[in-house]
Nanobody, 115 residues
Framework: QVQLVESGGGLVQPGGPLRLSCVAS????????MGWYRQAPGKQRELVAG???????DYADSVKGRFTISRDAAKNTVYLQMNSLKPEDMAVYYC?????????WGQGTQVTVSS
């Protein structure tokens, strides 16, 4: 099993930055892939960014050039650096891990983009 704990959400003004963190309960190199998803009210959960064990990354078109996913293996942590935030980025952000054949989720962290 993998437990995931997100942090870093909050209120930010449009155009501002925010960094989310996701701490995993096991060595992230033992995890096939990790990613950040988001879900806005009335919308489906969508992939924002992902990173594989081999450090291959992928981003939703809507965040390319603004968001960066990275990891610190020593801290078992994956980050999502979000820059130039827009009101449409407002959502609950969830950390996900694919470990073996199973998928694990964190509890989510709210990101609010508003002036």
């Amino acid at each position: 099993q993998v437990q995931l704990v997100e942090s870093g959400g909050g209120l930010v003004q449009p155009g501002g930055p925010l960094r989310l963190s996701c701490v995993a309960s096991r060595n992230i190199f033992s995890i096939n892939a990790m990613g950040w998803y988001r879900q806005a009210p009335g919308k489906q959960r969508e992939l924002v960014a992902g990173i594989t064990r081999a450090a291959s990354t992928d981003y939703a078109d809507s965040v390319k050039g603004r968001f960066t996913i990275s990891r610190d293996a020593a801290k078992n942590t994956v980050y999502l650096q979000m820059n130039s935030l827009k009101p449409e980025d407002m959502a609950v952000y969830y950390c996900n891990a694919i470990y073996g054949e199973d998928s694990y989720w964190g509890q989510g962290t709210q990101v609010t983009v508003s002036s």
